[in-house]
């Protein structure tokens, strides 16, 4: 070929035609081996961005939901809702079907310290978000996320309520700007209200930065973010600009979008990666016995659940009952073997369930007849046992009962017992215990949220010696020769900073009852009492703060503090 060119062709042009050949054998090759690829469905990778992390940024990743990215330590730590343990995003939502909550197509991640962002997970079945009012929630959405999400661009994304028949209120955009994946909005919110001297109108500013990125995870794949700047109230005005809200809000505000813009840019999606398999582990010179319990648990752990029910030498349930027990399990871990009698152990077993916060625990006792189990008894432990020299003291619930257990070289004995559930036939026992700094009192709790009462046990005589109501704070001297509590609830009028003597528990101060103070529980006003043992002054410290004086019938917003000597038991109040 080369010899005919040479022979009918210019030299310099039968070289230009082997260049031309040369680029279009390499276009063909190129289409080959990208372009055909990508017609068949597979995706080019995606050259990685190189982004410099701002120094001191933390990353964060999520296997199930497909998402990482990079955010500033102020704003603490990331969670997810309405769990913040996910495991199974098919049965997330699941409980929340149908009671109009969002959580019935949507989770969350939110930081621990406010005034952050948020991002919202939605699945298909959102539509939009909803007026802020329930009675305009069947108007329908206030916005067009869902054709804002089709496209996957969030300069799309609008926010618009007109006047609806018989609502005056409207929610529009009076400012509007898109760069770097974030569009950045003032909403004003225009409420009527009616009032004797006829219709007000209360209009409301918010300054909010937005972003979308599409996720892989094929549940949750709309993610929206969202950071929320600041908001003001004002009487009726045409439009407000941006720089007219940035007078109203906080000076870091640069600095805030600055750090939202390179925390949405650093989101990645990628596909959920799924926890890595197992397989059973033969532990050489084990018990047969134990081996064969930690099998018919991991056969659990695995979904293997009629391997497991097969394994019952007596069954004494049906399979779909079986089930139904462990259908959601995740783990079932069973750790601290003892043997307690012929072929009978004594276990915990750690377990969890999909998208389960916490590990529950249970105490089973089990018996082992060649290779088939037999189960005797099972006791879930609420909580965690603690512990002082040989003395553990836990709570553990069984048949709709639970029980506050003080244990002494493996003899137990319960100190305290009531309903598993808020009932109204009693306190129901929680957690945390604590001991005493010596170990001769239990320090333990009853009820729930603002009905929490603290119980203290005498640890050698197995008996309860001081209830105390609505105690946020309760502290032994290093010495037990007091115990001080403090509590402040406004929800059942309790306050009080209080001293008493140990052993006899007898009270010997109260800090409410001062008549240099004279304080009381301040009227529809927040008040603030603390309280603490300071070691190297060894006294008790009562601090005082927004108190109600009940002399002058006034609020008092200057602080004062009351300490208590447990040397002279002499008392000195300071006012800051």
Known sequence: MLKFLNRSIP???????????????????FYYFNIQKLEEGKTIPEVAEEIKVPTGWKNYKNDVLGISFYYPPEWGDPYTSPSRVITNLAKINEKYKDTGSYFAFEVEINFSRGETPFIDIYNDEYEGQLYPNFSAHHFGPIDNFVEMKKSGNIC??????????????????????????????????????????????????????????????????????????????????????LQDLLKETNKDYQKEKENFVFFVNSIKSFKPIPPQEKSFQIIEGEDPNITTIRKYYFEITKGNLENAYNMYQEKKVSFETYKEWYKDTIMANPVEFKKIGNNRYQFNVQFQEDNQEEQEIYRVIMEVNKEKIIPISSEKIIVNPISFNNITAFVKERQSKRYLVLSENGKEQILNQGPARDTGEGLVIGGPLEFS?????????????????????????????????????????????????????????ELYGRIYSVPDFKE?????????????????????????????KQVIRFK?????????????NKPRSV??????????????
């Open 11 to 29: 030299t310099f042009l039968a070289i230009g035609i082997i260049v031309m050949l040369s680029i279009l054998l390499v276009l063909g090759i």
């Open 508 to 536: 010997i101060y109260d800090v409410m009852t001062e008549n240099v103070l004279t304080l009381g529980l301040a009227p529809g006003y927040p008040n603030k009492m603390d309280c603490e043992y300071d070691k190297d």
């Open 437 to 493: 700094p010596k170990g001769n009192y239990l320090v333990s709790t009853v009820g729930w949220c603002e009905g929490r009462v603290k119980y203290i046990y005498d640890v050698k005589n197995k008996k309860k010696v001081l209830e105390l109501n609505s105690p946020f704070i309760v502290s032994f001297t290093p010495n037990e020769k007091y115990l001080f509590a403090c509590a402040q609830n406004e929800f059942n009028g």
């Open 563 to 576: 300490e208590f000597s447990t040397i002279t038991e002499e008392i000195k109040i300071i006012s800051d």
């Open 156 to 241: 799309n994304y609008k926010i618009k309520f007109d006047h609806r028949p018989y609502y005056k209120n409207t929610i529009d955009e009076v400012y509007s700007k898109c760069s770097n994946k974030v569009k950045t909005y003032i909403t004003r919110h225009m409420e009527v209200f009616e009032e004797k001297t006829g219709l007000v109108v209360l209009y409301t500013y918010t300054l909010r930065d937005s972003a979308f990125i599409k996720l892989q995870n094929g549940y949750f794949d709309n993610a929206f973010i969202n950071y929320f700047y600041s908001s003001i109230h004002q009487t009726p005005n045409d439009k407000m600009g």
């Open 544 to 556: 005082v703060d927004k108190v109600y004086n009940l002399e002058t019938k006034q609020i008092e």
